[in-house]
């Protein structure tokens, strides 16, 4: 093979080499295009995002409603009566509380409903059960506070329990005994046992108002921390 033969061949084989190479080149752009990529350079160098790619889009969860707030006081009307005999405070309190909370009932009505006797009212699991026959199936409930005094766990429960359910409506029936003194310093014994209504509440539920059936004075109501109210209801319970 003569010179110009091989300088022939060299120009066809580097022709090729070439138009390989375009048709890589090409594909190669092809991708770059629909990746957002920009081949800076043909030389082997690495390849570089292009600035204005489009950053996926990522959806979060819509922020949920923050909890209305309970109000530091609020008070029911508690369009109060005082018990006929010293054996009905049950089902004073409960028609006091009812009354409170916008049902129209009687003293009379409760006491059935509660299965009172001259011995009074069993328990706040009675009264509970009153209530609801009421108000309707579990709306009320009902809390112990089993030993001789109330824990710090025990009357924040109360706090808390007292808060929802004033805010809510419904005034709260407390099954209490011994003495107790309200926040003008005034004693309240009842040592054989005794029912009150607890009517509202301020400073975010630290002191309650207590609506009291045996109370001959006034509209028959005071204020009580809830501390000492916590232990005059302790070895008894409430309905709240």
């Known amino acids: 093979m003569n010179r110009a033969s091989i300088r022939h061949l060299a120009q066809h084989a580097v022709g090729t080499r070439r138009s390989r190479g375009a048709v890589l080149l090409g594909g190669l752009l092809a991708v770059a295009a629909a990746t957002g990529i920009v081949l800076s350079q043909i030389d082997g160098s690495q390849p570089s995002r292009a600035s204005s790619a489009v950053a996926p889009v990522v959806a979060s969860a819509a922020p949920e409603a923050p909890a209305t707030p309970s109000p530091a006081e609020k008070v029911l009307e ?43 009212t069993d ?20 809390r112990e506070i089993r030993g001789q005094v109330a824990t710090p766990a025990e009357t924040g429960q109360l706090q808390t329990d ?15 005994v011994t ?61 709240f």
């Open 78 to 120: 508690a369009q109060f009566q005082q018990q006929p005999n010293f054996y009905w405070c049950g089902p004073a309190a409960a028609r006091n509380a009812l009354a409170a909370g916008g049902y129209a009932v009687t003293q009379a009505d409760m006491a059935s409903k509660l299965r009172t006797t001259t011995s009074g």
């Open 123 to 142: 328990s706040a699991f009675d009264v509970t059960r009153g209530l609801n026959e009421i108000v309707g199936a579990d709306v009320y409930q009902t």
């Open 162 to 176: 007292v808060v929802r359910a004033v805010t809510d409506g419904r005034a709260v029936v407390a099954n209490i």
């Open 179 to 239: 003495s107790a003194w309200d926040t003008n310093g005034i004693s309240h014994s009842f040592d054989g046992g005794h029912y009150v209504a607890i009517v509202g509440y301020k400073d975010g539920g630290r002191i309650v108002k207590v609506a009291d059936s045996a109370n001959p004075n006034g509209d028959g109501t005071y204020w009580m921390t809830t501390d000492n109210m916590a232990t005059w209801i302790a070895r008894r319970g409430y309905s």
